[in-house]
């Protein structure tokens, strides 16, 4: 079940032992975002996970991302149909590959700066684009539950205790404690995340432990 904001605040609180005139609600809500930002930098988890689809503008070498965009997994033109991956490169090739600014399906494309990619060749129609992207992170408010909030709320509590334990200047011992916390869950979170939800057992089997056990042949004396 998942926890309600003012909740999650309350509890922060108690933790620490303060309250709201030592750890404000806006204090608080800039330690979650501060996790959040950490844990999807960290965790490639599937709520960052978005699909978009746009056009490319005709005569146009540039493509603006969405306004949540924060990495691109992947881009793939649709023609007629038929979809077919673009391959990223750094600027300096868009540069020597397109450098007459020739015309046709885009094949590549290339980071120009926050907001916007550089593709080659330049669009010679308004081609329609698939972006595969991360996005930043859902922020938990009081109206807002997120994905982190309702199926990891140990490991976003642990992480706001590190942040409120760090501006309070706290016990090293008390601090270093929620840190191995949050830590491990992340480690937890990035297993089942990258690995558990990326697996198939058709394909990939079923994941097994070595687990120590006596030969049935075995005596015991």
Avoid: C
């Avoid at 309250?19 to 930002?37: A, G, H, K, R």
């Avoid at 691109?72 to 391959?87: D, P």
């Avoid at 200047?169 to 404690?177: Q, V």
Wanted: hydrophobic fraction near 35%.
């Amino acid at each position: 079940m998942a926890i309600s904001y003012s909740n999650f605040l309350t509890q922060v609180r108690s933790y620490a032992e303060v309250d709201s005139n030592v750890l404000s609600d806006t204090l608080l809500d800039q330690f979650i975002s501060n996790i959040e930002l950490d844990i999807a930098a960290k965790v490639d988890y599937d709520d960052v996970r978005k699909y978009a689809t746009s056009s490319f503008n005709t005569g146009k070498r540039y493509l603006v991302m969405p306004a949540d965009f924060l990495t691109i997994r992947s881009m793939q033109t649709i023609v007629g149909g038929v979809r077919t991956m673009m391959e990223k490169r750094d600027t300096s090739f868009i540069s020597e590959y397109n450098g007459s600014n020739a015309q046709g399906v885009p094949k590549f494309y290339a980071n120009w700066d926050e907001y916007n990619v550089v593709v080659a060749p330049t669009p010679d129609s308004a081609y329609q684009v698939q972006l595969n992207y991360t996005v930043t992170p859902p922020h938990f408010t009081s109206s807002n539950s997120t994905y982190l909030s309702s199926y990891a709320q140990n490991m976003l509590l642990h992480g706001v205790l590190t942040e409120a334990f760090s501006y309070l200047k706290g016990p090293l011992d008390i601090y270093n404690l929620y840190k191995k916390q949050y830590d491990d869950e992340i480690q937890g979170f990035a297993l089942q995340q990258m690995g558990k939800r990326r697996r198939s057992e058709y394909d990939d089997g079923v994941p097994r432990m070595v687990i120590p056990s006596p030969s049935p042949n075995s005596k015991t004396v």
